[in-house]
């Protein structure tokens, strides 16, 4: 079974500022990693993936991601936030076996980004 | 291309009823997903549809069904609807297996 635990419900940040959104997961077995981001009243949009390769993962809105498999965590981070990034975030993995796509969530984050 | 799609985006039903809710994927995209999200249970898989066959299911009750059609289209049914069935659900298509998944908007059902 796997499992993800987003370490902040929430987190407020002031514009310009760098912020971290971390994220642990428990698997018994690999997984793909990904991070959704969801504005209000929206679905999901994808904001990056790791599948292989390089741990360093590079998404859209100049976001990106480490993916440390000894810590287990996939903690995501952006530079210098604006105010139009304040969203919920969530972290989601799936298990590589079966080829089956299911995505199991993080109860999410919540940026709030302030002038 | 167009995104996914899904219809309605708002519902409000009687508890007792039954309800359909509607889903074209991403053109190419053989796989279909479905979530539902509740403030408290947050994002919950409940099934997904491959070639017209549900290969993986989530912990829901036989309430919740599904089904897709030849032209990759799902609909997910709900019957004899609680109150805890009001929740914000979620499409979403995979041009793989890899577990990215491409939402739609989401269908907001209300039961009273």
């Known amino acids: 079974a796997q499992s993800v635990t987003q370490l902040d419900s929430q987190v407020p940040v002031f514009e310009e500022a760098p912020v971290e959104l971390r994220c642990n997961y428990s698997s018994s077995v690999s997984v793909y990693l990904f991070w959704y981001v969801q504005y209000p009243n929206q679905g999901l949009q994808l904001l990056l993936k790791y599948l292989s390769g390089s741990t360093l993962v590079k998404g859209i809105n100049g976001f990106e991601a480490e993916f440390n498999k000894s810590q287990t965590s996939f903690h995501l981070r952006k530079p210098s936030v604006h105010i139009s990034d304040t969203a919920e975030y969530f972290c989601?993995?799936?298990?590589?076996?079966?080829?089956?796509?299911?995505?199991?969530f993080g109860a999410g984050t919540r940026l709030a980004v302030h002038p | 291309k167009a995104g996914v799609t899904q219809t309605p985006r708002y519902l409000i039903k009687t508890r007792g009823q039954q309800v359909t809710l509607s889903c074209s994927p991403i053109s190419g995209h053989r796989s279909v997903s479905w979530y539902q999200q509740t403030p408290g249970q947050g994002l919950q898989f409940l099934f997904e549809?491959?070639?017209?066959?549900?290969?993986n299911k989530g912990n829901f009750p036989g309430r919740f069904s599904g089904r897709q059609f030849s032209n990759s289209r799902s609909e997910m049914n709900v019957s004899t609807l609680e109150l805890g069935d009001s929740a914000l659900y979620l499409c979403?298509?995979?041009?793989?297996?890899?577990?990215?998944?491409?939402f739609g908007p989401g269908t907001r059902l209300t039961v009273t």
């Open positions: 989601a993995v799936s298990p590589f076996s079966g080829g089956y796509n299911k995505l199991i």
């Open positions: 979403a298509s995979s041009p793989g297996n890899a577990g990215e998944q491409y």
């Open positions: 549809y491959f070639s017209e066959t549900q290969r």
